[in-house]
């Protein structure tokens, strides 16, 4: 297995911008996490998925993001409209028996 | 919900030393805690872990020590050397069943040379 697969890995865009993050899981996992990275605030759990649905989101922090799981091997997190404090390291990780494997993340920079 | 304590925030250690991270944790009903190193510029990545059954696991340089009654695990490396140089974050899961983490702040652990 390829491991968790993220697209893109880098992204720059301006402010009010539409951001989609894309993730494809390790085969046969069934939970999906979305994480953001910073200096200030470390390592953050957005949201996280369990057979494709929407567990737990109380991390997400305001409307402008949203996440999406249509089937067991594509998730998708999106920022609209982005901000500049959007910019971070946003990682997607997959699990099973409790044991999560991280992608190589994508790193955003929101001008 | 569960909470993780992590220290110390940053550590140096002349190599050939060993280092020690500890964590402690606030639910009862934790039963699984993974540690992951991550360098710089890379994702988190698990090299070791150990469930409640367990007191300590060891692989190779690496061990991981839990005492259930106290709430608190550690991490040891001996014989640092300079490529353990990196973050080091340890993480407690409830159960199966709910697979989410609760990571602690991380450790920036230095091996000096």
């Known amino acids: 297995d390829a491991g968790v697969i993220q697209s893109p890995r880098h992204e720059v865009t301006e402010m009010g911008q539409e951001v989609t993050l894309r993730c494809k899981p390790i085969?046969?996992?069934?939970?999906l996490f979305w994480y953001r990275q910073t200096m200030m605030r470390g390592l953050e759990l957005l949201i996280y998925f369990n057979n494709n649905v929407p567990i737990d989101d109380s991390g997400m922090p305001e409307d402008r993001f949203s996440a999406k799981m249509p089937n067991a091997s594509f998730s998708t997190l999106k920022i609209q409209p982005s901000e500049p404090r959007d910019s971070a390291v946003y990682f997607c990780a997959s699990s099973q028996e409790n044991e999560q494997f991280f992608g190589p993340g994508t790193r955003l920079t929101v001008l | 919900g569960e909470n993780v304590e992590q220290h110390p925030s940053t550590l140096s250690v002349q190599e050939g030393d060993s280092a020690v991270i500890k964590c402690t944790y606030s639910d009862s009903a934790s039963n699984y805690f993974p540690w992951y190193k991550q360098e710089l510029g890379k994702r988190p990545q698990l090299i070791i872990d150990?469930?409640?059954?367990?007191g300590e696991k060891k692989d190779q340089r690496i061990a991981v020590t839990l005492n259930k009654t106290a709430k608190h695990f550690s991490l040891h490396i001996t014989e640092t050397q300079p490529e353990d140089s990196a973050v080091y974050f340890c993480?407690?899961?409830?159960?199966?069943?709910?697979?989410?983490?609760?990571f602690g702040t991380g450790t920036r652990l230095t091996i000096i040379p």
């Open positions: 150990i469930r409640s059954n367990v």
């Open positions: 993480a407690a899961s409830i159960n199966f069943g709910n697979e989410k983490l609760t």
């Open positions: 085969s046969g996992h069934d939970y």
